[in-house]
């Protein structure tokens, strides 16, 4: 952590505003907060609600979770919880209190306020795909590990989409830069290509501390000012079943005492590690959720915690994992309800198991989407670009995804449900009567232009007019956007003297040797 500064100029402010730079490739929908309109899809009635608290309570009472971090283990230990080995049980009493005093609801602000996101209430925000080790296109054809070039051009995508709020970890590893120093390139270029808010993995002390400080300094920030409110944010996952780890508890407490925005996600897949059944596995995750938001809690209470669900299924021929199944549905609308129950905001993701951006690709995917709009899920990770159960990321994916997005964003606007008196259109209707048209009619002209959502990517002409045009299908159509958008694109605005102590910090801290590994 870095002396209290004088307060700088925040980067950002100016040409790195809330509207994109460059208008040619698409013409997208503007940047907003979408507000989730609709009643929550709810399958479960109160007595089932009921069953899988209880279900989750008995696991932390009655069989407890490892919990490998000894900082961890002795702040839970202090906090009254029966502490044996590496086995913490909690009851549900303390448990309770601790989750109680967590927000539904809280801000983060990135190096540019006007890209503020809300999350928690009704609010539905979406963050691109994060970690995929691999890459894929279609001018490659192939699967290959990504590199930092491809990493920046999906940061790229992630700055260009205004139905983007958010940028997650990596949206592709670059395994040509070496581990111990990966966050620092990726985490320069993300502050640099982006204003949105950022994302910091939890895996050891110098990963978490270095972009907490990028942060700051990106954000012309003071210490204090940094600490006042989130501006980041880290996404963990426990060890399932039943086990949290030494790293990620580390950069979870680290981020709570600094007041940054925390995300805790179980990943229980069902039949694996989880039970087979969705309610069991819902259960599971919920414990172990559950004791992230109380560590968080217990350090300093307030602290922005999200409860996040990754329950799915695995194909029980081979072992892999589903996404986008009809219980992987059920599984986040149960936990979306069990969510409300504890008052905490929820995350959930855009997931599939498809290996190319196909059929299968989108349908899984849009199964997953449309399961968070009904769980009142608030922030949906891995939003555009999610190939193979999450080991690729895919930039026509990400187009495609993106043309998903903007259909939820429209279908929430009041336009699509208003029931003034113009929407009615009584006089319409009369001045068309039983033998007419409505092309031509006045009502229509004064509207035709915004009425209707208008596709990107999508292709609504007939089979002769696409033949006539190419026959072009839809991936292909995504990587001409694509070029399209990386040869337009332009970073938003950063002060020169905030990047110049940003390459400064990177530069020092990898003479320092970044962050330990063993190879």
Same mark, same amino acid.
């Given at each position: 952590? !870095?002396?209290?500064?004088?307060?700088?100029?925040?980067?950002?402010?100016?040409?790195?505003?809330?509207?994109?730079?460059?208008? @040619?490739?698409?013409?997208?929908?503007?940047?907003?907060?979408?507000?989730?309109?609709?009643?929550?899809?709810?399958?479960?009635?109160?007595?089932?609600?009921?069953?899988?608290?209880?279900?989750?309570?008995?696991?932390?009472?009655?069989?407890?979770?490892?919990?490998?971090?000894?900082?961890?283990?002795?702040?839970?230990?202090?906090?009254?919880?029966?502490?044996?080995?590496?086995?913490?049980?909690?009851?549900?009493?303390?448990?309770?209190?601790?989750?109680?005093?967590?927000?539904?609801?809280?801000?983060?602000?990135?190096?540019?306020?006007?890209?503020?996101?809300?999350?928690?209430?009704? &609010?539905?925000?979406?963050?691109?795909?994060?970690?995929?080790?691999?890459?894929?296109?279609?001018?490659?054809?192939?699967?290959?590990?990504?590199?930092?070039?491809?990493?920046?051009?999906?940061?790229?995508?992630?700055?260009?989409?205004?139905?983007?709020?958010?940028?997650?970890?990596?949206?592709?590893?670059?395994?040509?830069?070496?581990?111990?120093?990966?966050?620092?390139?990726?985490?320069?270029?993300?502050?640099?290509?982006?204003?949105?808010?950022?994302?910091?993995?939890?895996?050891?002390?110098?990963?978490?501390?270095?972009?907490?400080?990028?942060?700051?300094? $990106?954000?012309?920030?003071?210490?204090?000012?940094?600490?006042?409110?989130?501006?980041?944010?880290?996404?963990?996952?426990?060890?399932?079943?039943?086990?949290?780890?030494?790293?990620?508890?580390?950069?979870?407490?680290?981020?709570?005492?600094?007041?940054?925005?925390?995300?805790?996600?179980?990943?229980?897949?069902?039949?694996?590690?989880?039970?087979?059944?969705?309610?069991?596995?819902?259960?599971? !995750?919920?414990?172990?959720?559950?004791?992230?938001?109380?560590?968080?809690?217990?350090?300093?209470?307030?602290?922005?915690?999200?409860?996040?669900?990754?329950? !799915?299924?695995?194909?029980?021929?081979?072992?892999?994992?589903?996404?986008?199944?009809?219980?992987?549905?059920?599984?986040?609308?149960?936990?979306?309800?069990?969510?409300?129950?504890?008052?905490?905001?929820?995350?959930?993701?855009?997931?599939?198991? $498809?290996?190319?951006?196909?059929?299968?690709?989108?349908?899984?995917?849009?199964?997953?989407?449309?399961?968070?709009?009904?769980?009142?899920?608030?922030?949906?990770?891995?939003?555009?670009?999610?190939?193979?159960?999450?080991?690729?990321? !895919?930039?026509?994916?990400?187009?495609?995804?993106?043309?998903?997005?903007?259909?939820?964003?429209?279908?929430?606007?009041?336009?699509?449900?208003?029931?003034?008196?113009?929407?009615?259109?009584?006089?319409?209707?009369?001045?068309?009567?039983?033998?007419?048209?409505?092309?031509?009619?006045?009502? &229509?002209?004064?509207?035709? @232009?915004?009425?209707?959502?208008?596709?990107?990517?999508?292709?609504?002409?007939?089979?002769?007019?696409?033949?006539?045009?190419?026959?072009?299908?839809?991936?292909?159509?995504?990587?001409?956007?694509?070029?399209?958008?990386?040869?337009?694109?332009?970073?938003?605005?950063?002060?020169?003297?905030?990047?110049?102590?940003?390459?400064?910090?990177?530069?020092?801290?990898?003479?320092?040797?970044?962050?330990?590994?063993?190879?």
């Amino acid at each position: 952590m !870095s002396e209290p500064q004088a307060r700088r100029r925040r980067g950002g402010g100016r040409s790195g505003n809330a509207q994109r730079r460059g208008t @040619t490739a698409i013409d997208q929908m503007p940047w907003r907060m979408i507000e989730n309109v609709d009643r929550p899809t709810e399958p479960l009635n109160e007595e089932g609600v009921q069953a899988i608290h209880n279900g989750a309570m008995h696991i932390l009472e009655n069989i407890g979770i490892e919990i490998l971090n000894d900082e961890a283990r002795q702040i839970f230990a202090d906090a009254g919880c029966i502490v044996n080995g590496e086995n913490v049980r909690f009851g549900r009493d303390f448990i309770m209190e601790m989750v109680a005093k967590a927000p539904s609801q809280f801000d983060m602000v990135p190096r540019n306020p006007d890209r503020t996101v809300t999350i928690g209430g009704n &609010t539905l925000t979406f963050v691109n795909v994060s970690s995929p080790p691999n890459y894929y296109d279609i001018e490659l054809g192939k699967k290959v590990s990504g590199t930092r070039e491809q990493c920046q051009n999906l940061i790229k995508l992630s700055q260009y989409f205004n139905c983007i709020h958010m940028v997650g970890g990596y949206p592709v590893e670059p395994v040509d830069v070496h581990a111990s120093v990966r966050h620092l390139d990726v985490l320069y270029d993300k502050l640099i290509l982006t204003d949105k808010v950022a994302h910091a993995y939890s895996l050891g002390k110098e990963r978490v501390e270095d972009v907490m400080e990028m942060v700051r300094i $990106a954000g012309g920030l003071t210490d204090e000012e940094f600490e006042a409110q989130p501006r980041m944010y880290t996404n963990i996952n426990s060890t399932s079943p039943l086990k949290h780890d030494i790293p990620m508890l580390d950069g979870w407490m680290r981020l709570a005492r600094r007041n940054q925005g925390l995300v805790v996600t179980p990943f229980t897949l069902a039949g694996a590690m989880a039970p087979v059944t969705m309610a069991g596995a819902v259960a599971q !995750s919920l414990a172990e959720g559950l004791v992230a938001v109380a560590l968080a809690q217990w350090i300093r209470p307030g602290a922005a915690c999200v409860i996040g669900t990754f329950t !799915s299924n695995v194909d029980m021929k081979s072992g892999a994992p589903a996404f986008g199944t009809p219980e992987y549905m059920r599984a986040t609308q149960m936990t979306g309800q069990l969510a409300r129950f504890y008052g905490l905001p929820m995350r959930s993701s855009g997931v599939c198991a $498809a290996n190319v951006p196909d059929g299968q690709a989108m349908w899984e995917t849009s199964n997953s989407l449309w399961a968070a709009v009904q769980s009142g899920t608030n922030m949906v990770y891995h939003a555009a670009g999610w190939l193979e159960g999450g080991l690729i990321a !895919s930039p026509e994916k990400f187009i495609m995804d993106c043309e998903v997005l903007q259909h939820i964003q429209r279908y929430m606007e009041p336009a699509t449900y208003a029931t003034t008196p113009h929407d009615i259109a009584l006089d319409a209707i009369e001045e068309v009567g039983p033998n007419g048209h409505f092309f031509g009619i006045q009502h &229509t002209q004064e509207r035709y @232009t915004t009425a209707f959502y208008q596709p990107f990517v999508s292709d609504w002409r007939n089979f002769e007019a696409w033949e006539a045009a190419g026959g072009v299908w839809t991936p292909e159509r995504a990587h001409k956007i694509y070029k399209q958008i990386l040869a337009e694109f332009e970073a938003p605005h950063m002060d020169e003297a905030i990047k110049e102590e940003l390459k400064d910090f990177v530069n020092r801290r990898k003479a320092e040797g970044g962050a330990p590994t063993d190879f």
